[in-house]
């Protein structure tokens, strides 16, 4: 016989009105809660609708919504003259369902995968990202061609035709205009089938690592460099093998004296990130013939190609491989905005077929829409437009950061700012430590990354990077002014 109930009618439902939920669905989670933890057992009868909604204040119909919502969970079943039952095919000696810990001792930790376990032990935080005088890496978002790109994106949408599952490679068009502008901008042409399009550049890391090495493998790494990608490469549970920068870029010799047989390598020729150099032509030369001779593969991260001030932006490594050896990425989250969240790859042919298939299964595609605006942007000539007015208020914005600063900061910091990018680097005088700098930068309300946060195993002098592309010249000064007061206080 069903088990009936007495005294009152079911006492731990409880009806808030002090929280956000409606009614019904406090009482659905309650009464799912109550079979899970046991307090309803399979086979009880719960009371009838009316009777229920009488005692809980409700309308009739509100229980059986609750009721009809549950038997579609399949918590309960209705027998025909009989009632309502909790159902019959659940356990009836359930186990109960702790809600919370039973004592204050941590929760043990969870059964992770190899890189699961790997990535608890770094972090992918990129720093705070409120958008503060001298945030690093930020671009001029308040002069984006906002009005345009709204006309891009309507015309790429219209009539559902982006509703749909992409290219795994990517949009073709939008490949072809990639295409044609690393061709007329960056005299570094290419097919466009030897292009993938990827959800950002660490995504396009991502794919380069997983279909070009195996965990344990060496992969040279340049010492400073961005946190979030040497924490990227540990994670896929490769070797970071260190190598140090100075003013020429990665010291490739001393690379290949120490690590021959790595089979990767990560650089970013163009502009190191952070110290701002660039690779010279010798060294250069001297990594591709290490890759040739070596089967390794070069991972070409073309960091902030696009703002140059002094002269046209500088060729690619890829432009001069002449044994397929270097794998190029290129995102648009500096020249356009972070958010965007477009990469790109291009790859020697051999490797198109692999990175197509990989991409597809890891990533499916890049959102279609987002494609064929961008693709939209570029062929109507507003991305080149965009680039050239870009330049010129950086270049606007670095001199006037450069005056400023000699005199704010002199006696406090050395003033290195390279002729691209979107960032300066101050050497702190004094002894004074960059983590404590950047501390007292942040309540001054101003922002600024240390450069001990990008350096591994080198030891260099304090340093802070300030991104200056993002403020006005007309603020420049007293922004400036306000960073060297906070210095002072140390």
């Known amino acids: 016989m069903a088990k009936q109930f007495e005294g009152p009618i079911l006492p731990f439902?409880?009806?808030?009105?002090?929280?956000?939920?409606?009614?019904?669905?406090?009482?659905?989670?309650?009464?799912?809660?109550?079979?899970?933890?046991?307090?309803?057992?399979?086979?009880?009868?719960?009371?009838?609708?009316?009777?229920?909604?009488?005692?809980?204040?409700?309308?009739?119909?509100?229980?059986?919504?609750?009721?009809?919502?549950?038997?579609?969970?399949?918590?309960?079943?209705?027998?025909?003259?009989?009632?309502?039952?909790?159902?019959?095919?659940?356990?009836?000696?359930?186990?109960?369902l702790r809600m919370t810990p039973a004592s204050d001792d941590p929760p043990a930790a969870p059964r992770l995968s190899r890189i699961g376990t790997l990535s608890r032990a770094v972090s992918a935080e990129i720093g705070p990202m409120e958008r503060k005088p001298f945030l690093p890496n930020q671009p001029a978002l308040d002069r984006f061609p906002f009005a345009i790109w709204r006309k891009c994106w309507n015309a790429a949408t219209r009539n559902g035709k982006a509703?749909?599952?992409?290219?795994?490679?990517?949009?073709?068009?939008?490949?072809?205009?990639?295409?044609?502008?690393?061709?007329?901008?960056?005299?570094?042409?290419?097919?466009?089938?030897?292009?993938?399009?990827?959800?950002?550049?660490?995504?396009?890391?991502?794919?380069?690592?997983?279909?070009?090495?195996?965990?344990?493998?060496?992969?040279?790494?340049?010492?400073?460099?961005?946190?979030t990608t040497s924490n990227l490469f540990r994670t896929l549970g490769l070797n970071l093998c260190l190598v140090d920068v100075d003013a020429d870029g990665m010291d490739v010799a001393v690379a290949m004296a120490r690590y021959p047989h790595a089979r990767l390598a990560f650089v970013m020729p163009s502009r190191h990130h952070p110290l701002g150099v660039t690779l010279s032509l010798p060294r250069r030369l001297a990594l591709l013939e290490w890759a040739r001779a070596n089967d390794a593969w070069i991972i070409e991260d073309d960091y902030d190609s696009e703002f140059r001030y002094d002269g046209a932006p500088l060729p690619s490594m890829r432009s001069i491989d002449s044994h397929g050896r270097v794998i190029y990425a290129g995102s648009f989250s500096k020249a356009l905005y972070p958010g965007i969240r477009v990469g790109y790859l291009v790859l020697p042919q051999p490797l198109v077929g692999a990175f197509r298939n990989l991409s597809g299964l890891i990533h499916r595609s890049v959102p279609v829409e987002t494609q064929l605006a961008l693709a939209e942007f570029i062929g109507g000539g507003h991305f080149a437009s965009h680039l050239r007015r870009m330049r010129s208020l950086y270049a606007e914005r670095r001199a006037a950061f450069i005056d400023a600063a000699s005199v704010s900061l002199s006696g406090r910091a050395r003033i290195d700012c390279s002729e691209s990018g979107l960032n300066a680097l101050a050497w702190l005088t004094d002894g004074v430590k960059d983590s404590a700098a950047h501390r007292a930068i942040l309540d001054a309300g101003l922002q600024c990354y240390p450069l001990s946060d990008y350096t591994i195993a080198t030891s260099r002098p304090a340093a802070l990077i300030l991104g200056y592309a993002g403020v006005p010249a007309e603020r420049m000064r007293p922004y400036l002014s306000r960073l060297a007061e906070a210095l002072s206080r140390l």
């Open 13 to 96: 439902l409880r009806l808030d009105d002090g929280v956000a939920l409606p009614k019904f669905r406090q009482v659905q989670d309650q009464l799912r809660a109550a079979i899970l933890q046991g307090h309803l057992r399979a086979g009880t009868r719960l009371p009838a609708s009316r009777i229920l909604a009488g005692e809980l204040g409700l309308s009739r119909q509100t229980l059986v919504r609750v009721l009809e919502n549950l038997k579609a969970e399949g918590y309960l079943e209705a027998r025909q003259g009989a009632g309502t039952f909790v159902s019959a095919a659940l356990p009836r000696a359930a186990p109960k």
């Open 163 to 227: 509703m749909g599952y992409g290219d795994v490679a990517g949009e073709l068009v939008l490949r072809q205009r990639i295409a044609e502008y690393l061709a007329v901008h960056r005299r570094d042409p290419c097919d466009p089938e030897q292009i993938v399009i990827t959800p950002g550049g660490h995504a396009a890391f991502t794919l380069a690592a997983l279909a070009l090495a195996d965990p344990g493998d060496d992969i040279w790494f340049e010492d400073p460099g961005p946190v």
